[in-house]
Each structure stands twice: as structure tokens, then as C-alpha cells.
Nanobody, 128 residues
């Protein structure tokens, strides 16, 4: 079935950095698409960054150049977040295992509905 567990959220001042971790179990990280999503208070879910089924990393325009995906080669996905802004304040969710083949070449939008396994989320708060 698979499981993902996020960690690493917290509070930071504007311009600061955080690293989020996503520990994967029950499926192979390297063989599946993975993504980070966020939900700001009162707003819908937004795709932030993802690795598609071609192994290609893609980022939302709002975080490109500031956020970076990486893996430990085993079962953990990381999201390094630099130059954080107050508008990055949100609950961040890790997700994995796409229901259908996902290629980031098809769209700039990261398709949350395509991801089957979701974590509980971790809060990131950026103060000005």
C-alpha cells in the first residue's frame, strides 16, 4: 500500500531556510513519482515540486530557483527551501505513487489527483 511521513517543518524568519524530509515505506522511492504539495490557510492545494515518472524534477513557478528536490538514494525525499517568504507559509504534504503515468512535459501543473499515497503534512511558518 505504501506510506510517507513528513518531517522538518517549523518556524523561520523571512529569508531563512528549512529542509523537509519525506520518509517512504512500502514502495520504491526510485521507481515512483513523488511530489510536495502545500495548502495555505483558506486556499486549495498547490503542487510545489515533483519528480515525474521520467525521473525529471519540476517546480512551481513560485518556488523555482528557491526550492530543490533531492533524495538520499534509499527511501527519503528532501525538499530544501531557501529564501523563504511569508507567502510560503502553509502545511506541506509529501505524496507518492502516481495512479497513471506522469510526465512533467505534459503540463506545468503538478497533478495532485494523480498521487495515491499522502502524508499527514508538516507546518511551515515564515514570519516577516
Amino acid at each position: 500500500q505504501g506510506r510517507v511521513v513528513e518531517s522538518g517543518g517549523g518556524s523561520v524568519q523571512s529569508g531563512g531556510s528549512l529542509r523537509l524530509s519525506c520518509a517512504v515505506s512500502g514502495f520504491r522511492l526510485s521507481l515512483n513519482c513523488m511530489g510536495w504539495f502545500r495548502q495555505r490557510p483558506g486556499e486549495g492545494r498547490e503542487g510545489v515540486a515533483a519528480i515525474d515518472n521520467d525521473g525529471r524534477a519540476t517546480y512551481a513557478a513560485s518556488v523555482r530557483g528557491r526550492f530543490t528536490l533531492s533524495q538520499d538514494g534509499a527511501n527519503t525525499l528532501f525538499l530544501d527551501m531557501n529564501s523563504l517568504k511569508p507567502e510560503d507559509t502553509a502545511i506541506y504534504y509529501c505524496a507518492g505513487v502516481c495512479r497513471s503515468y506522469y510526465s512533467s512535459r505534459d503540463s506545468d501543473t503538478i497533478p495532485g489527483d494523480n498521487f495515491r499515497v499522502w502524508g499527514q503534512g508538516t507546518q511551515v511558518t515564515v514570519s516577516s
